[in-house]
């Protein structure tokens, strides 16, 4: 009896077998596919579809940009090209079974920005759940297995970076952040978070070599911003530091520490005027504290020295 149940069910997995391929034949394809430029294009998914048999395999480009179909039925053929950040070809050709069929070659158009797949969606809304829990581990692994999966979503390394970043081991959260670079040289938030690993070690001096080579107007973070204009509050460039701490108390107006240092650069820089203004504006947010009771000092010898 055992036997019987046997030979029913290799019948049944060669049977399923053979109709996953029913699409074979004596026919074959080949193709190039480049960009508008005519540079090759590697890792283009090409999904090819048999639709007298309904039924397909899928393939993908190498390094020249060229892929091979052999061994596959006659007929009418769809065949799709898909590559993250490439607008998506769709073409159908009539196969040849006997006689040589031509090569196909398509060019794609690059898209502006980066453009997510449903399917990678998905898997980007499970490692950012597992990356709000806490969970930065998990939420690495589940990262890296993306950017393993689609190698052409290289803004990935920026979330792999900022789990690195939470767990403290800061070398590889910038190794992960130049991936970002070595695409998009001018990412201004690959930049920052550079910046930041180097802060957190305590260097400020290769932090600085990092921040200086953000656009001002593009730094949104008002302790990224502070720490640029503490840098040079202490060097004694005092106009610059001004610029970014009245940044700073723009984005957050109840930002103690940069209220206070804008107050003491403009005292150093012998503005008095906005030096007054900045200490009172201090005092309305925190009129008890240690650190009040210095600033109305400074007050009062203001408003004497007028």
């Known amino acids: 009896m055992r036997l019987i149940k046997d030979t ?14 029913d699409y074979s034949g004596k026919g074959r394809l080949a193709g190039k596919v480049c960009d508008e430029e005519g540079k090759p294009l590697e890792r283009v998914k090409v999904r090819l579809l048999c639709v007298m048999k309904g039924s397909g395999f899928e393939t993908a480009t190498d ?12 007929g009418m053929w769809f065949i799709d090209f898909e590559k993250l950040g490439y607008s998506s070809k769709k073409i159908s050709i009539d196969v ?24 990678l969606k998905q898997e980007l809304f499970a490692g950012n759940k597992l990356f709000k829990e806490g969970k930065y581990l998990e939420a690495k692994n589940a990262y890296e297995a993306i950017a393993t999966k689609y190698p052409d979503a290289y803004i990935i390394q920026m979330s792999i970076g900022n789990c690195y970043f939470q767990l403290e081991d800061y070398a590889q959260a910038e190794s992960s952040f130049k991936k970002v670079l070595e695409k998009d040289p ?15 070690r305590g260097e400020t001096e290769r932090a600085m070599e990092w921040y200086s080579q953000i656009e001002f107007e593009k730094i949104a ?12 509050y202490n060097g004694s460039k005092f106009e610059q530091a001004i610029q970014y701490y009245k940044k700073a108390i723009e984005i957050q107006e109840n930002f103690l520490d940069g209220i206070y ?5 403009y005292l150093a820089s012998g503005n008095s005027r906005e030096a007054l203004v900045e200490f009172e ?16 000092n400074f007050v009062q010898l203001l408003k004497d020295k007028k």
Request: proline share 3%; with cysteine; charged share 20%.
């Open 281 to 296: 504006n201090y005092l309305k947010h925190d009129p008890d504290s240690e650190r009040a009771a210095q600033i109305k």
């Open 186 to 200: 001018k990412n201004h938030n690959a930049l920052l978070r550079i910046g930041n690993c180097y802060a957190n």
């Open 221 to 232: 973070d008002p302790l990224v911003l502070y720490n640029i204009g503490t840098y040079f």
């Open 8 to 21: 029913v069910l290799v019948f049944v997995l060669l049977s399923i077998s053979l109709l996953a391929q």
């Open 96 to 119: 040849l079974e006997r006689g040589k069929n031509p090569l196909i070659e398509v060019k794609m158009q690059k898209l502006e920005g980066l453009f997510i797949t449903e399917e």
């Open 63 to 74: 390094a020249d940009g060229n892929w091979k179909a052999s061994w596959i039925k006659g």
């Open 261 to 265: 240092q804008l107050g003491l650069a």
